[in-house]
């Protein structure tokens, strides 16, 4: 599509196709519309426009659903490259996607266990692993030194 537009009336664009066989058609710029204060007037003009607008839509969807549900679509033509790409992406992506959840799964653990026996410590993903030995290693002592703790 091509857009004629007259800077010095902008209250309207033509609309043409780019071989300029279709068309003129001539778009009305949707006048501003107050929300507070607006008129019966300003706002049946306003429906007006939006009505007139939706129809040619409709129109235009009635004339070609017929046509498409009779031709038959070309099939999709993908480049076997293309294919082998997008199915190492697939792969990366969810190794990517593992490795972020058993980071996760150890982060919340190595805290929960941090929480459950009083340690101090910010756990992140560098010290998730040590966080967790630590928290198992005061865990055993408080077993060792006290029957049925730690259970």
Do not use: C, F
Request: proline share 3%.
């Amino acid at each position: 599509m091509l857009a004629w537009i007259n800077p010095d009336e902008l209250e309207a664009i033509v609309l043409t196709s780019i071989d300029r066989r279709d068309g003129p058609y001539v778009v009305e710029r949707a006048d501003a519309l107050s929300p507070v204060g607006a008129t019966d007037a300003e706002l049946n003009h306003a429906m007006a426009q939006i009505a007139e607008h939706n129809s040619y839509a409709r129109t235009q969807y009635r004339v070609i659903e017929d046509q498409l549900a009779r031709r038959k679509h070309r099939q999709l033509l993908v480049h076997p490259a293309v294919v082998e790409l997008g199915e190492k992406v697939q792969r990366k992506t969810d190794v990517a996607k593992e490795e972020r959840k058993k980071k996760v799964r150890a982060i919340n653990k190595a805290q929960r266990l941090a929480r459950t026996h009083g340690i101090n410590v910010d756990v992140n993903a560098k010290n998730a692993g040590r966080a967790t030995a630590a928290a198992e290693l005061v865990r055993e002592a408080y077993s060792e030194s006290t029957p049925g703790a730690g259970e």
